[in-house]
């Protein structure tokens, strides 16, 4: 009998994309529902196993929250009991409580929920995985999220490997052309997650000088800032592309050059290798690109480690703008050739 799952994570993008895995084991002779927040409807609506998504914007997970609202609880609440859900899936980052949303669903009557919980659930969870006990602390993103999916009864399909997926891509962007070259995607949705634009455009301005093609990407939102990187050596594509075509043209290319945000993981999904401006202030053994060729560029001891500071506390940034052009460009030249 086919089982009605919701599956819920209610961030950005990138947290909705390396849900992916477990999405898929919960497919497996089922329908999932996803709940997500609005940073990460698109992710959601890419991945394979999805039948719909349900789109909130959840004031104890969202990084801009608005204030708790009676009606807008009340809301979603409404939903999600027209829907029925047999089996609920919440999936959460180590420093996330799932034991608000449970209760939403409790009072929803979804029977069934599991999760990981640091702290006791009582009547909240039907399987509570603890951090450090029945969850490695350390697992990638992926794999923690697999880790609840089994525990609820779902595995990957036989030939399934378990990587990062999107479903079928549309074609690039004409601007793009036929000629190889690299993704440069300066913007993260966490400041202190950025390498700053000065050595981005260093970097378009490098791989130029070496004969490689630079393709500049970014949001809408983020037009002056994808204009400045390009400058007159890289092709500017910056709120050019849908989500889809972003991935697209991040399939099509030799490499991608990113901080730890959401195209970083979407690279992971189509197989590009990455050039990784990875932050300390979380954990590269859980958030680095997931089973895709990469080369983790940054001070990975530096004191902001694991302080998930959204804005740098130290001058200058020093744990990623200590990186150089060459060394980026060097990596880049590493990476060209090499596919997941």
């Given amino acids: 009998m086919r089982r009605q799952v919701l599956v819920v994570r ?28 609005p940073r990460g409807k698109q992710a959601a609506r890419m991945l394979p196993g999805v039948s719909d998504v349900l789109v909130w914007r959840c004031p104890w997970i969202d990084p ?6 009676r009606r807008d609880i009340e809301s979603v609440r409404k939903t999600l009991q027209r829907r029925r859900f047999d089996t609920a899936l ?27 919980s ?28 697999l880790t609840v999916a089994r525990a609820a ?33 300066p913007g993260a949705s966490v400041p202190s997650r950025a390498w700053s634009p000065e050595r981005c455009a260093e970097t378009v301005i490098e791989l130029a000088r070496r004969g490689i093609r630079v393709v500049v990407t970014g949001s809408p939102d983020e037009r002056a800032l994808t204009a400045r990187v390009a400058g007159h050596c890289g092709l500017d594509l910056g709120g050019r592309t849908t989500f889809s075509q972003l991935a697209a043209t991040i399939a099509g290319a030799d490499a991608l050059v990113v901080g730890n945000t959401g195209p970083a993981h979407l690279a992971a999904a189509v197989g590009t290798p990455v050039v990784s401006l990875f932050s300390p202030v979380v954990p590269s053994r859980r958030w680095a690109p997931y089973r895709v060729p990469y080369v983790l560029l940054g001070d990975q001891d530096s004191p902001c480690r694991d302080s998930r500071a959204r804005i740098c506390p130290l001058a200058g940034h020093p744990c990623l703008n200590d990186v150089t052009a060459a060394e980026v460009a060097d990596a880049v030249e590493a990476m060209q050739g090499v596919r997941a």
């Fill in 64 to 69: 801009t929250p608005s204030d708790v609202d």
């Fill in 90 to 116: 919440i999936l959460t980052s180590y420093h996330q409580s799932p034991l608000p949303m449970a209760l939403v669903l409790r009072m929803a009557g979804v029977p069934w929920i599991a999760a990981v």
């Fill in 10 to 37: 209610l961030d950005s993008e990138g947290d909705v994309l390396v849900s992916g895995p477990a999405v898929r084991a919960a497919a497996q002779g089922n329908d999932v529902t996803f709940l997500c927040g």
């Fill in 153 to 185: 009864g779902f595995a990957l399909g036989p030939a399934d490997d378990g990587r990062l997926a999107v479903r079928a891509l549309p074609k690039r962007p004409r601007l793009v052309g036929n000629d190889p070259y690299v993704v440069l995607h």
């Fill in 118 to 145: 640091e702290d006791y659930p009582g009547s909240l969870l039907d399987i509570r995985l603890r951090p450090g006990i029945e969850v490695d602390e350390d697992l990638p993103e992926p794999e923690r999220a």
